[in-house]
């Protein structure tokens, strides 16, 4: 992975009122056995540091894909069954919960939790105990 500070477009130095920071981050190597190549680009209102700004955008990648990832892909959340009122809210505090459970009980993924703990609720309630 490599950074490159840019200075920032004017079109987008324009929209962006504020604009410090303008990075691109490039990424290369091999998922399932095929080279990829990737460009990101990021924005920021304050001037930082190469080292901050990484530790930033690695922050921000493991939430995406510790949680977002997770619960969209897993949980389907992005296409919800249950539309209406509260469910999609309690829907998604329970998928929270359940995460958390999985985690603290140290399964390696959500779905191998799920399929140890479908019909094991007194491993999942043993936390409050």
């Known amino acids: ?26 990424r290369q190597g091999e998922r399932n056995g095929q080279p990829f190549s990737e460009r990101q680009f990021y924005i920021c209102s304050q001037y930082l540091e190469a080292q901050q700004l ?5 922050g921000h990648w493991g939430i995406e894909n510790r949680l977002h990832w997770v619960r969209d892909v897993t949980f389907k959340e992005d296409f919800p069954p249950r539309r209406g009122g509260n469910a999609p809210v309690n829907w998604s505090i329970l998928h ?7 985690r603290q009980l140290r399964f390696r993924t959500i779905p191998q939790a799920q399929r140890a703990l479908s019909n094991q609720l007194h491993k999942v309630f043993s936390f409050f105990v």
């Open 1 to 26: 992975m490599s950074a490159r500070f840019l200075l920032p477009p004017e079109p987008l130095q324009k929209k962006w009122s504020g604009l410090k920071t303008f990075v691109v981050v490039e």
């Open 54 to 58: 990484l530790a930033d955008i690695q």
């Open 96 to 102: 929270n919960f359940f995460i958390t459970i999985a």
